[in-house]
């Protein structure tokens, strides 16, 4: 859990913190946050800035574990972005968790979470064993909620556990059984839901092999992205997303980032890449998204990327793909 993270997850416990009394400085103290950065939707943070919120929110909370369950339920499908997306389109249960655990530093979990079978059974194991225990039984109990949230979203139902044990001392069970659907062996040697293994197979309801994917695809740069931290493609990569079709030269990114063109060709070249090697990658990224999509015309995404002609936007996609965009459409149709 080492990758960069949206600014979701500690907006989503600010407020929670603030709707039972803890004030907005007081969560966000000693993380270098402030609340300015809570209403940047492309922000992204350390995952020890996180970790430094939610000490902050158990010192203050009464019952870190219920409020942690509690938290939990707050974190919807759509709170994930693409990687959400990704597992509504899976085509059945098991490709949604196998494809959620690999790119489970996209997510907002501290806990790892592997994916055992045993027997007739699937075994989801939340494994705490890094966490600090001054937050270890909030994460766990926020994690493990926010799991269920998840599966609830993918079937429109809940997925019945055959057993649930919890790293944590016995506590007050109506709220397990309300998230749960069943009352947890408490003092387990480590936590792990199970299921019938034969729910792996379940189609799910918005299965879309084409948008499935794409959104993997997707998923995998911005985990690249995100694992490259703050070096300067992954800078650049950023910002050339924020304003598609307004995409700055070199000299004027240079200049928003206080260094010379000069400086930033060299940064660049360090890391094996260049302003147009990395416009070009963003373009294409962009183009295969919205001709999959098929809701723009080329003319329009042409001129959403940038090109005064049609022409050089199908010239260039040919230099990417080796084939022209109607081609590529057509083939994903």
């Given at each position: 859990m080492n990758a960069l993270r949206a600014i979701t997850s500690v907006r989503l416990q600010v407020?929670?913190?603030?709707?039972h009394g803890v004030p907005v400085a007081v969560?966000?103290?000693?993380?270098?946050?402030?609340?300015?950065?809570?209403?940047?939707?492309?922000a992204t943070i350390e995952p020890e800035q996180e970790l430094i919120v939610i000490r902050n929110l158990c010192e203050h909370l009464d019952d870190p574990v219920a409020h942690g369950l509690a938290m939990g339920q707050r974190y919807h499908l759509s709170s994930y972005g693409v990687w959400g997306f990704a597992l509504l389109s899976s085509t059945t249960f098991g490709d949604a968790i196998r494809l959620g655990l690999r790119y489970l530093g996209l997510t907002f979990a501290f806990l790892d979470v592997r994916l055992e079978e045993r027997g007739g059974e699937a075994v989801l194991v939340l494994d705490d064993t890094v966490l600090d225990e001054t937050v270890r039984p909030y994460l766990l109990a926020r994690d493990a909620s926010a799991i269920m949230v998840i599966q609830e979203e993918l079937f429109s139902l809940r997925v019945p556990l055959t057993s649930l044990n919890?790293?944590?001392?016995?506590?007050?069970?109506?709220?397990f059984e309300t998230v749960f659907g069943r009352v947890p062996v408490f003092s387990a040697a480590r936590s792990e839901a199970a299921f019938a293994l034969s729910l792996l197979d379940m189609p799910?309801?918005?299965a879309n092999s084409v948008t499935a994917r794409l959104?993997?695809?997707?998923?995998?740069?911005?985990?690249?992205?995100?694992?490259?931290?703050?070096e300067m493609a992954a800078r650049l990569r950023r910002r050339l997303l924020q304003h598609p079709g307004h995409f700055p030269d070199l000299e004027s990114l240079a200049a928003e980032m206080h260094v010379s063109s000069r400086t930033l060709r060299r940064h660049l070249a360090r890391e094996g890449t260049g302003y147009q090697e990395l416009l070009d990658e963003v373009r294409r990224m962009l183009a295969e998204q919205w001709l999959a999509?098929?809701?723009?015309?080329?003319?329009e995404i042409s001129e959403r990327l940038g090109y005064s002609e049609l022409s050089n936007f199908i010239h260039a996609f040919r230099r990417w793909t080796g084939q022209s965009p109607a081609r590529f459409r057509r083939g994903i149709e």
């Open positions: 407020a929670y913190g603030a709707e969560s966000l103290a000693g993380s270098g946050l402030d609340a300015g950065v809570l209403q940047q939707a492309d919890m790293r944590l001392p016995p506590q007050s069970v109506s709220n799910l309801p918005q959104c993997e695809e997707q998923c995998h740069q911005l985990l690249v992205q995100r694992n490259t931290r703050g999509l098929g809701i723009l015309t080329l003319e």
